[in-house]
């Protein structure tokens, strides 16, 4: 059960500081160096370096400049130079510079969960939920290569225009989340890759691999599994809630991806999470950090502090009285790093009060500076192949391609009454409708980046019928209380001289004051500079607009005016400010953020001064001008464009603005980031019976980073097909399953269930009743499912022995063949289950998969691997591994509820050979 510690606390009070800015000539020397270009910093960057330390008796390299040197020299030679402020100062996520080191200022704190995140341009793929869906773990691998590529072009980049140890700009990268969804209502579960441990420890292996690259002696970037460990909600209670499970929970669900990803995935970092286990937080829990982590699995990467977690063991978890105490007590445990500021200056407090010794801050620094030391930061850069990545490596068309192709294989069908799809592409009118037919930032999920060109629901189904009438309605918003802005249209705006559109003025610095460098009319505010300029000449890295001129409202009523956008900006109706971004004109950003002004009642005829001031922000600029215009009958608009359609495309489902991390939201189905119910928001609910009122033929795209319980949709609709948040090239990947391109053969990492009455209640971590492996009712759509337009037949299961040891191996084979008429994928599943086992078990587990592309008529033999440490539990009383005598049912099919076939084996019963992960 998951037991409250205290009230509930809705922000992390240990948030991490703004970036830091300091002026280029203070920049450290090995900054200044890295801003030239790469051939001419190579061969002098040791040089440089040894120039900005005190003279000692003669002109020596340090030991740590010398790339010939062993990496445990260098890094100790590093460490022992440096002050215990300046060592506590390198552990926290914003490490300032060491100028008299040569040792630049990093920031550690970078995103990659599904493409480089919240620092501009980067390819950007299905969210993880949607790339767990693909059941496809080469893929997986071959889209981490391309991430960590575009990190280090987007790395090395940034050196060279000295914008070095900013966030969101370095090589370490907090992810993969690899936490087990438990349960539907988790809104962070979209960043997992599912229910289910074995699925998720396939995935995670491969992203962690292609995000450190191969290189035998530096890492091309560092992943971190994250967040250890049994995190999964509620959200509003993670920095105080106490998680306790059965142990046999514990090391069965909770752990197995964790091992994998460091043991045979070989992450280099791991964030502890906010949560206690057992009693004690986890990123001071000696169990989980000094005894499983480092003894059992012997790690000697670093451990990084979920952002506030260590603020929350005394002020949340109230486990010690103070900062001193908890910093203490974290880096005893085995946390390396803090996210925030509570070891500095936390840590020097304890070491002065002799809480800690000073050689555990040791310990500590020169694990962080291993990491850094393996990416390179400290060698030239021809010395490191990774460092050499051009910045044009950036949204290249292979890169494209890769996006679209994890979004087709993302897709899972789960209904298709009548062949109902394909559709025909000849069709006369189709009508797409939705709250989440055109709306790009909803494709991305969250921790995303941003695309070059996303394209839409709508856009790719227009693009993919040009010969098609295509008509938009958005039918609905989003959810009660939850507004949807659409951009304020052309033809409701003017210039300060009556002509069509808003004067528009161009300034090439930050202070919109003197003469612009240029001006002319924009008909809407919506702009998308990306990294780069209004126009040549100007600079990328600062610039402002403003924009004149008058708003004439549509009709009365109460108005929502919104800006959205990544630069910082403000807004005036009438010369009085009414909307500005963050605490002050010029904060930080770095992803697009909506912000309104709302109860604005306007009259329509008036004309109201309108003034938009925006500045350039770090990463990508962009604004647009939006609103809620309270004359618009939504829904009378979708179903008068299902009248005048052939066929209907409904494009339904959730929004990272409703599932998602530690949200302040409050609204009916969701609360705090999580979701109280699994149905549609109600808007959309009914937006769906009114179109399925019309009687024309309708397919249902649901967007969504977790299960929806869409039975009444299961009834009624004739097709349903499941996209996730499917990345930038979303429309395309949809389109092509809707009109026959693409043979879905995704299949679900999560159970579609009925209700949230069928589950247990949320704070219960006890996985009985939950997921496909515990739970014995009736479901929507299983574990493992999805549909095809061909038809795969399953024959001839047979292993390579009747019987397994308990230290044995055998193989698993079956013959697939395409019956149908269209070539396609299969995803092949392997299941046991333990009819003769001592203990309870789970219903089934999956144990392995194969994703196999078969021609009309083709058959294949798929071979899986089977251990007898596949087959074994965790005994309590030995602490250990333990195989029961009796039989195991081997299981094959197409998923979790559609076994094909099986047979019994015999086992041997004791303890499993090897120490190694289970999966």
């Known amino acids: 059960m998951l037991r409250s510690a205290g009230e509930k606390t809705t922000r992390a009070a240990d948030a991490a500081p703004s970036v830091l800015r300091a002026p280029r000539a203070a920049r450290s020397v090995m900054q200044a160096l890295s801003a030239l270009p790469l051939a001419v910093a190579a061969p002098s960057m040791a040089l440089l370096a040894l120039s900005a330390l005190p003279a000692a008796g003669g002109a020596q390299t340090p030991a740590y400049l010398n790339p010939d040197l062993p990496l445990e020299r260098r890094v100790d030679d590093l460490v022992g130079r440096m002050t215990l402020e300046e060592k506590v100062e390198q552990m926290q996520n914003a490490a300032p510079a060491i100028d008299r080191l040569g040792v630049p200022a990093y920031d550690w704190w970078s995103e990659a969960l599904h493409g480089v995140a919240r620092s501009g341009l980067a390819t950007v793929f299905p969210q993880a939920i949607g790339i767990a869906a693909t059941w496809n773990d080469s893929l997986v691998y071959r889209m981490a290569r391309v991430i960590s590529v575009e990190a280090r072009a987007k790395y090395h980049q940034d050196v060279r225009e000295g914008k070095e140890g900013e966030r969101y700009g370095g090589l370490t990268f907090w992810s993969p989340n690899i936490n087990i969804f438990r349960d539907p209502r988790w809104g962070r579960g979209q960043e997992t890759y599912g229910e289910d441990p074995f699925l998720t420890a396939r995935m995670a292996v491969p992203f962690i691999k292609g995000l450190q690259g191969n290189d035998p002696k530096y890492l091309e970037t560092v992943a971190t599994v994250k967040h250890f460990a049994v995190h999964s909600g509620p959200e509003p209670e993670r920095h105080e809630f106490d998680a306790w499970v059965s142990e046999r929970d514990f090391h069965e669900t909770y752990l197995p991806a964790f091992e994998a990803g460091i043991r045979e995935g ?100 020169k694990r962080l500076f291993t990491e850094r030391f393996r990416l390179g930061m400290f060698d030239p850069p021809d010395r490191v192949a990774y460092a050499r990545i051009p910045y044009d490596s950036l949204d290249t068309p292979g890169h494209r391609a890769l996006a679209l192709e994890m979004a087709r294989e993302s897709m899972v069908l789960l209904k298709n009454e009548g062949n109902v799809l394909p559709l025909r592409k000849d069709l006369g009118t189709i009508a797409v409708i939705g709250p989440n037919a055109d709306q790009w930032e909803m494709l991305l999920g969250n921790y995303n980046g941003t695309p070059a060109d996303p394209i839409t629901p709508l856009r790719g189904i227009r693009e993919a019928v040009p010969g098609t009438k295509v008509i938009y309605a958005r039918g609905s918003d989003l959810a009660d209380g939850l507004p949807m802005y659409d951009p304020v249209p052309a033809h409701v705006l003017t210039t300060p001289d009556g002509r069509p559109g808003l004067r528009a003025e161009y300034f090439d610095h930050y202070a919109i004051e003197g003469p612009p460098v240029f001006t002319g009319i924009d008909s ?110 939504l829904a009378g608009e979708a179903v008068a464009a299902a009248r005048r359609a052939d066929a209907v495309v409904l494009c339904l489902g959730l929004t990272s603005r409703l599932e998602g991390e530690e949200m302040p939201i409050d609204i009916p189905g969701f609360e ?221 099919g197409a998923s979790s509820a559609d076994i094909r076939l099986d047979r019994e084996i015999a086992v041997g019963g004791g303890t499993p050979g090897g120490d190694g992960a289970a999966y």
């Open 266 to 365: 070989g992450a280099r970092s791991l964030m502890c999470a906010y949560n206690s286990l057992y009693g004690d937080p986890a990123c001071s829990n000696d169990r989980l950090l000094a005894d499983i982590l480092r003894k059992r699995w012997r790690f000697d990467g670093y451990v990084v502090s979920d952002c506030g977690a260590i603020h929350d063991i005394y002020r949340s978890h109230k486990t010690v009285a103070n900062r001193a105490e908890a910093s203490a007590l974290a880096v005893e445990a085995g946390t390396d790093l803090n996210c925030g500021r509570t070891f500095a200056p936390g840590l020097t407090e304890a070491v002065r009060q002799g809480f800690i010794p000073e050689a555990m801050i040791d310990q500590s620094v």
């Open 672 to 892: 705090g980031g999580d979701r109280t119910d699994l149905e549609l928001p109600a808007p959309q609910e009914r937006l769906l019976r009114s179109v399925m009122e019309v009687g024309k033929p309708t397919v249902l795209v649901l967007l969504s980073g977790s299960a929806l319980a869409v039975d009444w949709a299961n009834e009624h609709v004739p097709a349903i097909l499941e996209a996730w948040y499917p990345g930038q090239a979303a429309g395309t990947a949809i389109a092509d399953v809707l009109f026959g391109a693409y043979d879905p053969a995704g299949r679900l990492p999560v159970t579609f269930y009925r209700s949230i009455d069928d589950l247990p209640p949320f704070e219960d971590y006890a996985m009985e009743g939950h997921t496909y492996r515990y739970f014995h009712g009736d479901v929507l759509y299983p574990f493992g499912y999805g549909l095809s337009y061909t038809t795969f037949d399953y024959s001839n299961l047979r292993t390579s022995a009747d019987e397994i040891s308990a230290t044995g191996r055998i193989s698993v084979r079956v013959d697939v063949t395409n019956s149908g008429k269209v070539a396609g994928d299969e995803v092949v599943q392997l299941y046991v289950a333990y009819p003769d086992s001592k203990v309870s078990r789970p219903i089934r587990d999956l144990r392995g998969f194969r994703r196999v592309h078969l021609r009309p008529g083709e058959t294949r033999t798929v071979s899986f691997p089977l251990t007898a440490r596949d087959l074994a539990y965790w005994d309590p009383e030995s602490g250990g591994w333990k195989v029961d005598d009796g039989r195991v049912r081997i299981e094959v």
């Open 524 to 633: 809407v505010v919506d702009v998308d500079w990306g990294d780069g300029a209004p126009r040549p000449g100007m600079s990328a890295d600062s610039f402002a607009v403003r924009w004149t001129g008058v708003l004439h409202p549509t009709g009365d009523g109460v108005y929502r005016l919104g800006l959205r956008g990544t630069s910082h900006y403000r807004m005036f109706l009438d010369d009085s400010l009414v909307l500005e971004s963050g605490p002050g004109f010029g904060g930080e950003s770095n992803a697009p953020v909506l912000r309104s002004a709302d109860s604005l009642r306007l009259e329509g005829g008036r004309a109201y001064r309108i003034r938009i001031e925006a500045q350039d922000a770090r990463g990508d600029a962009q604004t647009k001008l939006v609103w809620v215009d309270p004359s618009r009958d």
